[in-house]
T-cell receptor, first 112, second 113 residues
Framework: GESVGLHLPTLSVQEGDNSIINCAYS??????FIWYKQESGKGPQFIID?????DKRQGQRVTVLLNKTVKHLSLQIAATQPGDSAVYFC???????????FGTGTQLKVEL | DAGVIQSPRHEVTEMGQEVTLRCKPI?????LFWYRQTMMRGLELLIY????????DSGMPEDRFSAKMPNASFSTLKIQPSEPRDSAVYFC???????????FGPGTRLLVL
């Protein structure tokens, strides 16, 4: 029979363009957020994190923006490369412990 | 530095058999997490430990699943008896402390026939 799985939103970008991946989180009490990258056949890999007392944080080619007013998180990747092709997950820590809640993920496809 | 180590990387077993998955967290990390990832349900937290003590096991599907952490450098996730619906990728992750980045292992791909 036909298999049914999570429908991952897909973002297709041209190599060299900037990518923006968005994430809406649910809990206004969340105080810590992480972006992970997962390549096929591998475990999630840490990209960048941000705490709720900040609204922007930059890394190498990546920037995370946090808008607590609308509970929105975004990951910006500059000059997207073929190696950036992967599924990207946002995760939030809802406070009171180590528990992370992961989003469903966004598939990023980089076209040559 | 060695990351989180998981074994085996792949496991194929028959329904009804016992399966044991193993994890070695990053040295110095005092929190350990077990996740399951499937196409249907995405990435789900099964259980996590702080300082070797289970803190939250609300994600453990049922009594067939059990997890232990006998010391700071080793944890097991056991499924007994296994069922085909347990087929998934099981990830172990560790972090330095509360509200810190979790680092994932490569996963164990489990197929129960």
């Amino acid at each position: 029979g036909e298999s049914v799985g999570l429908h991952l939103p897909t973002l297709s970008v041209q190599e060299g363009d900037n990518s923006i991946i968005n994430c809406a989180y649910s809990n206004s009490a969340s105080d810590y957020f992480i972006w992970y990258k997962q390549e096929s056949g591998k475990g999630p890999q840490f990209i960048i994190d941000i705490r709720s007392n900040m609204d922007k944080r930059q890394g190498q080619r990546v920037t995370v923006l946090l808008n607590k007013t609308v509970k929105h998180l975004s990951l910006q990747i500059a000059a997207t490369q073929p190696g950036d092709s992967a599924v990207y997950f946002c995760a939030e820590n809802t406070g009171g412990g180590n528990k992370l809640t992961f989003g469903t993920g966004t598939q990023l496809k980089v076209e040559l | 530095d060695a990351g989180v180590i998981q074994s085996p990387r792949h496991e194929v077993t028959e329904m009804g058999q016992e399966v044991t998955l193993r994890c070695k967290p990053i040295s110095g990390h005092n929190s350990l997490f077990w996740y399951r990832q499937t196409m249907m349900r995405g990435l789900e937290l099964l259980i996590y430990f702080n300082n070797n003590v289970p803190i939250d096991d609300s994600g453990m599907p049922e009594d067939r699943f059990s997890a232990k952490m006998p010391n700071a450098s080793f944890s097991t996730l056991k499924i007994q008896p296994s069922e085909p619906r347990d087929s998934a990728v099981y990830f172990c992750a560790s972090s330095r402390g509360t509200v810190e980045t979790q680092y994932f292992g490569p996963g164990t791909r489990l197929l129960v026939l």
